[in-house]
């Protein structure tokens, strides 16, 4: 099993990037995902979920502004991260949802700056 985030990067305030997670190693179209964040020295925290099905959820702290999505063709899944704030500010990792204590990627940075 293996995920592997990419697309993070330095962004300004009000900016945009999409991030980006290869899975393999499992069946992709039968398992629920969600992007995960963590500050620095802070727990992760879930950000996004998307099931087998392709429901949708997130916390209220990106809500109207990011958007999970995933291609089952591809083993991707994708977060669309619109009107950054500098608390966005984070390491951003993929995985299962729900999730478990195995696996981790070494995620992907992003950085909300002027």
């Known amino acids: 099993v293996q995920f592997v985030e990419s697309g993070g990067g330095l962004v300004q305030p009000g900016g945009s990037l999409r991030l980006s997670c290869a899975a393999s190693g499992f069946i992709f179209s039968g398992y629920g995902m969600g992007w995960y964040r963590q500050f620095s020295g802070k727990q992760r925290e879930l950000v996004a979920s998307?099931?087998?099905?392709?429901?949708?959820n997130y916390a209220d702290s990106v809500k109207g502004r990011f958007a999970i999505s995933r291609d089952n063709t591809k083993n991707m899944v994708y977060l669309q991260m619109n009107s950054l704030l500098s608390e966005d500010t984070a390491i951003y990792y993929c995985h299962w949802f729900p999730q478990v204590d195995r696996y981790w990627g070494q995620g992907t940075q992003v950085t909300v700056s002027r």
């Open positions: 998307i099931t087998s099905r392709a429901d949708t």
